[in-house]
């Protein structure tokens, strides 16, 4: 996870816990985890199609 320590992990998860309570994050991390689920489905869509696009010559 790039350059974050332990000490700057449980900082971020206290401090949503803080904004968001308890009871909304799950519903926080199943929407976060969607959301990069369909990111990664686009740039799969895009990338394949891009190589199709070089394969054909066009």
């Known amino acids: 996870m790039g350059n974050l320590g332990m000490t700057e992990i449980l900082l ?16 926080l991390g199943k929407s976060l985890g969607q959301g990069i689920n369909e990111f990664k489905k686009a740039a799969k869509e895009i990338s394949s199609a891009a190589a199709d696009e070089i394969a054909s010559g066009k």
């Open 12 to 27: 971020i998860g206290a401090a949503l816990l803080l904004f968001f309570g308890p009871s909304k994050l799950p519903q």
